[in-house]
């Protein structure tokens, strides 16, 4: 049963930093690019951030580029997202999913399982 379990999230100032991890399992992690997507409330679940299968290509939505770093360990199932500079439109639940992984690149990746984990809450504020 596939399974993503996202933790590293909290309560950050603004310019401070938060590493996220997504350990997964059920499925054959190298297979797949995974992705971070998030959701702010009020709005509608977006891609952040997306690494390929052996972590050769990376993609990041503008509003993170240059703040957010993403990297995954395939011995250990795990996706990472380094966030720095944190801002206050970046609060929202984060989550990680899998995604085919030649969407990746070109940054139209969407999420390849049909379901979501629990996510975690990132909240930037003073």
């Known amino acids: 049963q596939l399974r993503l379990v996202e933790s590293g999230g909290g309560l950050v100032q603004p310019g401070g930093s938060l590493r996220l991890s997504c350990v997964a399992s059920?499925?054959?992690?190298?297979?797949?690019?995974i992705a971070w997507f998030r959701q702010a409330p009020g709005k509608a679940r977006e891609g952040v951030s997306c690494?390929?299968?052996?972590?050769?290509?990376?993609h990041y939505a503008t509003s993170v580029k240059g703040r957010f770093t993403i990297t995954r360990e395939n011995a250990k199932n795990a996706v990472y997202l380094q966030m720095d500079g944190l801002k206050p439109e970046d609060t929202g639940i984060y989550y990680c999913?899998?995604?085919?992984?030649?969407?990746?690149?070109?940054?139209?990746?969407?999420?390849?399982?049909?379901?979501w984990g629990q996510g975690t809450q990132v909240t930037v504020g003073s």
């Open positions: 999913a899998p995604v085919p992984n030649l969407t990746c690149g070109d940054g139209t990746y969407t999420s390849a399982s049909g379901s």
């Open positions: 059920g499925f054959t992690f190298g297979g797949y690019g």
């Open positions: 690494v390929s299968s052996h972590g050769t290509i990376t």
